[in-house]
């Protein structure tokens, strides 16, 4: 049995609701367009996007558009991804229909004026300079562009210095016109209402939206080669990462990596990776794994940052515990002990009532269909340890690893 309530206007924008008896609404409007539908040259324009949406529309200004919300005690706020553009608020229930009522407005109205490219293509470049000047956040994308070469989704979701500055008018109407389809875009709701109030509302503010339904072109990404990458930087400490190519969003195997991922590098101190390099030989502060599923691929890496004459031990130990996955099938206990703590910690994120809401709607974006949380622990108690061990020898072969390291300039 379903735990939300849906509704599609005739012009495709869905209406998502899962209730929840609190004073406090979470929402958020997610459009199906993200850095990866970018064409060569215009990187960073989803991006781009996001931020001017805050900026003037046909009936508001910038203060207008920023007080709105603020003004009622509320949290307005956007980000984009490589595949997805979402603007989500937390405020008082009886503010929701204010917050729609904005919503639709600069998502539909806005104006992208030519004075507020130029102000907010400023903005953009000082957030890439401070972002560049964050090893551990930088080495991030610059993983990404080597596992997907020449591709989109290798591409920083912040852009270029270069290509931010070619951004124009032109672009914006273009990227808007070939990728915002109202039939992959949702209006979620996670809060105290009743659901045919919802649905008069968004009737009311999202209707009268025209239906809009341009063709996506996704190209899957190719498998790149595996590969050690040594970058000189101006760095006090080395900072490293391994991964490869992994799952995508909808593949039967992406309960056991999230499993492998949760249990090698995942959420808390007791992780495999934790124990043995922070807590026992204590060479690295930081050390974690992340599978990160797309819809037709996905990304799997483990971080550590350490000093220089470390980094050789906590390399050599990462791939000790990748090879202890791939040799040895995890026994009965160990097995129960990681889908336990899996699951503990899925139960308990479900008290973030704003990433519970944006997840629901992704995935009715993605599979057209919301899994329970009883769903999606019988998915987790499904995996056994055969699974475990051939997902590890395909994700962790040494033949598709690639690693990027930053080391200090001498």
């Not at 046909?58 to 919300?69: A, F, K, P």
Request: with cysteine; glycine share 6%.
């Amino acid at each position: 049995m379903t735990d939300y309530q849906l509704f599609t206007l005739p012009n495709g924008i869905r209406i998502l609701h899962k209730y929840w008896p609190s004073a406090i609404t979470h929402c958020c409007f997610i459009v199906n367009a993200g850095s990866r539908d970018e064409l060569p040259g215009q990187e960073g324009l989803a991006h781009f996007i996001e931020h001017l949406l805050f900026k003037e529309t046909e009936r508001r200004n910038t203060n207008q558009i920023l007080n709105r919300l603020e003004l009622v005690g509320a949290d307005l706020n956007a980000y984009t991804t490589k595949e997805y553009t979402c603007i989500h608020a937390s405020l008082l229930n009886q503010h929701l229909e204010r917050t729609m009522d904005l919503f639709e407005d600069i998502l539909f109205h806005s104006t992208f004026p030519e004075d507020e490219q130029e102000k907010e293509r400023g903005v953009i470049l000082d957030e890439i300079a401070s972002y560049l000047d964050q090893p551990e956040e930088a080495i991030q994308d610059d993983f990404e562009e080597l596992l997907f070469k020449d591709h989109p989704i290798g591409q920083n979701i912040l852009g270029t210095p270069e290509s931010v500055g070619k951004l124009n008018s032109k672009n914006i109407s273009e990227f808007i016109a070939a990728n915002y389809n109202t039939g992959e875009m949702i209006f979620a709701v996670h809060g105290n209402y009743d659901f045919k109030k919802l649905v008069a509302l968004s009737e009311k503010y999202f209707g009268p939206i025209a239906a809009s339904y341009p063709q996506k072109n996704r190209q899957a990404p190719g498998i790149t080669p595996p590969g050690i990458h040594i970058v000189n930087k101006p760095i006090s400490q080395t900072h490293c990462i391994i991964g490869a190519q992994a799952y995508a969003s909808a593949h039967q195997d992406k309960w056991g990596l999230l499993l492998l991922n949760n249990l090698l590098g995942g959420v808390g101190m007791s992780s495999r990776l934790n124990l043995e390099i922070r807590e026992k030989h204590g060479i690295a502060y930081t050390v974690e794994s992340n599978y990160t599923p797309l819809t037709d691929t996905g990304i799997f890496s483990i971080y550590f940052g350490t000093d220089t004459e470390k980094a050789a031990k906590a390399s050599k130990l990462v791939h000790k515990e990748l090879k202890r996955l791939r040799d040895q099938q995890l026994g009965t206990l160990q097995l129960h002990q990681a889908r336990q703590k899996f699951i503990g910690q899925i139960a308990l994120a479900e008290e973030n009532r704003m990433s519970v809401i944006i997840a629901m709607a992704k995935s009715m974006i993605d599979f057209n269909r919301i899994d329970t949380l009883d769903e999606i622990f019988e998915k987790i108690n499904a995996v056994t340890a055969q699974q475990l061990l051939t997902i590890s020898n395909e994700i962790f072969d040494p033949a598709r690893l690639v690693t990027l390291m930053f080391e200090p300039k001498q």
